[in-house]
C-alpha cells in the first residue's frame, strides 16, 4: 500500500469519460495520492479510506440519490453523499443490477 505526499507510481483506471467513480489498480492507505488515468486526461486524488485493489473511488462530490457510472453503464444510485476519494461500495451505492428473489 501505498502512502505520501506524492501521487503514487501507481494508481487508478477510469474507461469512459462519462464514469463517476475509478477503479484501484493497487491497494492504498487512507491520505495516499493516487495518479488517475482515463479519457478525461490525469488527475491525482487523496484517497480518504484504506482500500484494496479493485475497489471504486468517487472522481468527484456527488449528492446522495446520484446515479454512479462505472465503465460507461450506470451501476447504482448512491445512498448517501460521497467526497471526491471517498469509496464507493455497497456500504453507500444501491445496485441496480441485483438480483431480488421474490
Same mark, same amino acid.
Given at each position: 500500500m501505498k502512502t505520501g505526499t506524492q501521487p503514487s507510481e501507481t494508481g487508478a483506471i477510469v474507461l469512459d469519460p462519462a464514469d463517476d467513480v475509478a477503479v484501484l489498480i493497487a491497494g492504498?492507505?487512507?491520505?495516499?495520492? =493516487?495518479?488517475?488515468?482515463? /479519457?478525461? +486526461?490525469?488527475?491525482?486524488?487523496? =484517497?480518504?479510506?484504506?482500500? /484494496?485493489? +479493485?475497489?471504486?473511488?468517487?472522481?468527484?462530490?456527488l449528492p446522495a440519490g446520484s446515479p454512479v457510472r462505472k465503465y460507461g453503464e450506470v451501476i447504482g444510485r448512491l445512498t448517501e453523499p460521497v467526497a471526491a476519494g471517498d469509496h464507493v461500495h455497497i456500504h453507500n451505492l444501491a445496485s441496480q443490477r441485483a438480483v431480488t428473489q421474490p
Open positions: 492504498v492507505e487512507a491520505g495516499a495520492f =493516487v495518479k488517475v488515468s482515463g /479519457p478525461n +486526461g490525469p488527475l491525482s486524488l487523496t =484517497v480518504r479510506q484504506t482500500l /484494496p485493489m +479493485g475497489h471504486k473511488i468517487a472522481l468527484r462530490a
